[in-house]
């Protein structure tokens, strides 16, 4: 904090391409995540985080150790100076759901999409799309990564598969990366990679996307509010 209030901060950090780690305990108050800060310890993700598990799994080594030693403060006594959070500066991140939210807008350049995907990847559900006419369904894309070794794109291709190269399918963007693709799921959770073909397309209704836009996530006590 101050830039990491709210909910959903793994996938926000993805997208923003936040590379470091701010292990952090405040205050309470009656604002949101607005009480001053207690104590603090910043370190980097190592260039092996990737998606969300990645990043969820390092920072909860950090959390043992940071507590760790904020418990050894607290038995000996340690007197804590409170640091008040800068008003002037800083975000408060809504809440993401990835079913409602996770939609890919092909039109966003390919380090955007990239960031996009990888940000709803495991342990979530993946983000999500469709394939020509939409005849297999919804779909989730994950293990996605830029690759710069094919020739150029236009904005028109897109999301047109350009290969498939059985274990991985080669995907155009708007911008001269194109995507490797392992994993293409269904609303079941079987990889579907296997019934795509090269000439095929991914697309995502603008309903979708102004959808996606629209609803803002709610979590109660209770759960998801709708």
């Not at 939210?101 to 990888?118: A, K, M, P, R, T």
């Not at 709803?120 to 006419?133: C, H, I, M, R, V």
Request: glycine share 8%.
């Amino acid at each position: 904090m101050p830039f990491v209030a709210g909910g959903g901060g793994i996938s926000w950090k993805i997208m923003r391409e936040d590379r470091i780690d701010n292990q952090l305990v405040h205050v309470v108050d009656e604002g949101l995540d607005s009480g001053p800060i207690i104590d603090n310890k910043l370190s980097l993700f190592p260039k092996t985080c990737q998606i969300p598990i990645d990043f969820e799994n390092y920072r909860n080594e950090k959390f043992l150790e940071f507590y760790s030693q904020f418990i050894k403060k607290l038995v000996q006594r340690h007197k804590f100076k409170l640091i008040p959070q800068t008003k002037y500066i800083g975000r408060y991140n809504p809440r993401l759901n990835t079913e409602t939210q996770g939609w890919i807008d092909w039109n966003i350049d390919s380090y955007e999409l990239i960031n996009f995907i990888n940000a709803f990847d495991e342990p979530y559900k993946g983000a999500s799309t469709y394939l020509n006419n939409g005849n297999l369904g919804k779909l989730y894309l994950k293990k996605a990564q830029l690759h710069g070794g094919d020739s150029s794109n236009h904005p028109f291709m897109s999301g047109i598969v350009s290969r498939h190269d059985g274990d991985w399918i080669v995907v155009s963007t708007k911008s001269k990366h194109m995507l490797l693709i392992e994993k293409v799921l269904n609303s079941e959770g079987k990889n579907v990679l296997n019934k795509i073909k090269a000439g095929d397309k991914f697309f995502t209704p603008i309903e979708e996307l102004n959808n996606s836009n629209k609803k803002r996530v709610v979590i109660t006590s209770r759960g998801k509010k709708d």
